[in-house]
Nanobody, 127 residues
């Protein structure tokens, strides 16, 4: 069982930056592929970024590529999302997710591929 707690959201002006953190419980964090998703009002939850359990490989949605960076610190059981050059369309609740921990080596970009979710953190970007 993995419990996830996000933090770091807030209100920022367009062009600004935020760094989200997701702290995970449990001793198997290093075996889980991790992902960030977001959900804007009235829209479906969408993929933002993912990082493999080994930590060396990442994948991003086209809408955030070049602006967002996902990283992880397995010693701290934490995954991060650095968000730069934020735009109003980035406004959403951001969720951290963990897969089953099977140690798979492929990028997971669909919500059904993840087994554990955090409660979400609000990011609001003003124009």
């Amino acid at each position: 069982q993995v419990q996830l707690v996000e933090s770091g959201g807030g209100l920022v002006q367009a062009g600004g930056s935020l760094r989200l953190s997701c702290a995970a419980s449990g001793r198997t964090f290093s075996r889980h592929n991790m992902g960030w998703f977001r959900q804007a009002p009235g829209k479906e939850r969408e993929f933002v970024a993912t990082i493999l359990w080994s930590g060396g490989s990442t994948s991003y949605a086209d809408s955030v590529k070049g602006r967002f960076t996902i990283s992880r610190d397995n010693a701290k059981n934490t995954v991060y999302l650095q968000m730069n050059n934020l735009k109003p369309e980035d406004t959403a609740v951001y969720y951290c997710a963990a897969d089953s921990g099977s140690g798979s080596y492929y990028y997971k970009t669909y919500t059904y591929e993840y087994d554990y979710w955090g409660q979400g953190t609000q990011v609001t970007v003003s124009s």
